[in-house]
């Protein structure tokens, strides 16, 4: 998913720490990358480790735009593979892949809507 807000700062280092602070709170280790193809983009990847719930590298792209600082959420996610193959499954042998699945799905969202939520929260206590 990607949202892209109006300009609030000039600084896309601003936004990119705020980001890193949240899923290092989230138990991740982050990792940011400037992208040399794209001025004023910054990919962050939060890598999962013993300690976090989720088990997909979690990939945001935060870029500065003409109309402002737009940000992406991607996830490496095979959730929804598990979920056809657990149907599937399911027939033959039991749900537990579908079970396993829907879980890590729920999490996944859970954790993106946590992220919006930070994102929107940071952006709008930013001054013009």
């Known amino acids: 998913m990607r949202y892209e807000w109006p300009k609030k700062t000039q600084n896309v280092q601003v936004l990119v720490g705020s980001i890193a602070n949240f899923f290092r709170t989230k138990c991740f280790t982050v990792r940011t990358v ?30 500065r735009t003409l109309e402002g600082i737009a940000v992406g959420f991607l ?32 999490k996944i969202e859970n954790l993106e809507t946590e992220f919006w939520t930070h994102v929107q929260e940071f952006i709008a206590g930013l001054t013009d």
Do not use: F, H, W, Y
């Not at 400037?34 to 870029?63: G, H, Q, W, Y």
């Not at 490496?76 to 799905?105: F, P, R, Y």
């Open 34 to 63: 400037a992208d040399p193809d794209k001025k004023e983009t910054v990919k962050i990847l939060a890598i999962p480790t013993i300690r976090t719930e989720i088990r997909e590298t979690i990939k945001v792209e935060v870029s």
């Open 75 to 106: 996830t490496t996610d095979n959730a929804e593979d598990t979920i056809k193959l657990g149907v599937i499954s399911q027939i033959l042998i039991s749900g537990l892949l579908l079970m396993k699945g829907a879980n890590k799905k729920e």
